[in-house]
């Protein structure tokens, strides 16, 4: 009996304790003695105990449920902060692959570009070069075409006077001169010389005027039999000789023509080759500014990484802190709450053992 009053001492003072209300210690005092002489007057007071008990454990278990409640919050607002930096991280990650990805190409375009205006540059001289050939090759036709139309305007002449049947016992006219040693006056045409002249044009003749100068040698020769030659064939050969001329001068207007637009042909290409190679240094010039732009973007990015990352660091230092003051203060509410838990059922069984007497 002396155990069960101390018990009851004890548990009444913790219900004092932890009641809202004010006790003195002589209501105490006045409780245990009516413990003591009051068997259903000590049940009435342990019911109030229990009472008191009951309202602390509530209370004590709305703080329990709040702080896990505050832990688990505390836990998840950690973790989807370090879920956000690591999203930031992985973004950051993949715009600098992106640009390094971006810079690769540029360099590869760079070269490629480079190799372009090396390869419109070539073009440029080569077609420099042309143009030079084509000039020196147009006036050298045109040179050997003034060259045979200037023989055959003489021969023509020879002719024109072989026509004006007038009896020359001397002349010289260029290359070709007249025997004037013969008693008989002999035609220009008998001269050794005019033929000689027309087969040395053979050989820097197109087809059509080789055609045509060899049918005018022959008629010279046909002509050199007489005295003075037949002046039907010699209109013909200054027919020929003629129709010789016009063909070359024709040929002349057509080289002449053929190196105007050669050199025109040539001249575009070196203007197109120019605007590319313009083009190219202006794109050139853009990507060297897009890679140097995406150089510093790269900075940045990979300074952020840096930043985020150790922020990452220090986050989950601080959450494991924070959480682990929260759990300390989880286990320290569950130590009291089995406290409470134990206590109330030592009262249980005191008011069992009161019952019981």
Do not use: W
């Amino acid at each position: 009996m002396n155990k069960s009053l101390n018990i009851f001492a004890i548990l009444l003072f913790i219900a004092c304790v932890n009641s809202t209300k004010t006790v003195s210690y002589s209501e105490i005092v006045t409780n245990l003695v009516q413990l003591s002489d009051d068997k259903s007057s000590g049940l009435s007071h342990l019911n109030i105990i229990v009472e008191n008990f009951k309202n602390a454990n509530n209370d004590l278990t709305k703080l329990k449920t709040s702080v896990s409640e505050n832990c688990n919050k505390l836990e998840l607002r950690g973790k989807e902060f370090i879920e956000n930096l690591n999203k930031e991280i992985i973004r950051f990650n993949k715009e600098v692959e992106r640009l390094e990805a971006e810079n690769k190409k540029i360099t590869t375009d760079l070269v490629s570009d480079r190799k372009a205006i090396t390869g419109e540059a070539e073009k440029i001289k080569k077609a420099t070069n042309e143009i030079e050939s084509t000039r020196r090759d147009t006036l050298a036709n045109e040179k050997e075409i003034q060259e045979t139309i200037n023989v055959l305007k003489r021969l023509k002449n020879i002719a024109i006077d072989e026509l004006q049947g007038i009896e020359k016992k001397a002349t010289a006219m260029d290359k070709f001169n007249v025997d004037s040693s013969r008693s008989t006056p002999v035609s220009f045409l008998e001269t050794h010389n005019f033929q000689a002249e027309l087969k040395g044009l053979l050989s820097n003749s197109d087809s059509v005027n080789r055609g045509l100068i060899s049918t005018l040698i022959l008629l010279t020769q046909s002509a050199g039999k007489a005295t003075y030659s037949n002046p039907e064939t010699v209109r013909k050969i200054v027919s020929m000789i003629e129709k010789i001329i016009d063909n070359s001068n024709a040929k002349k207007a057509e080289n002449v023509k053929n190196g105007e637009e050669n050199v025109k042909k040539y001249n575009e290409i070196i203007e197109n080759s120019r605007n590319s190679i313009t083009r190219f240094k202006e794109e050139v010039a853009s990507k060297i500014n897009a890679k140097a732009v995406n150089e510093k973007e790269i900075v940045f990015f990979k300074n952020d990484i840096i930043f985020f990352t150790k922020a990452v660091n220090r986050r989950t230092k601080r959450n494991e802190f924070s959480l682990g003051l929260c759990l300390k203060q989880a286990a320290l509410i569950d130590v009291h709450f089995n406290r409470y838990k134990d206590t109330l059922s030592k009262v249980d069984q005191l008011k069992d053992e009161i019952s019981a007497q």
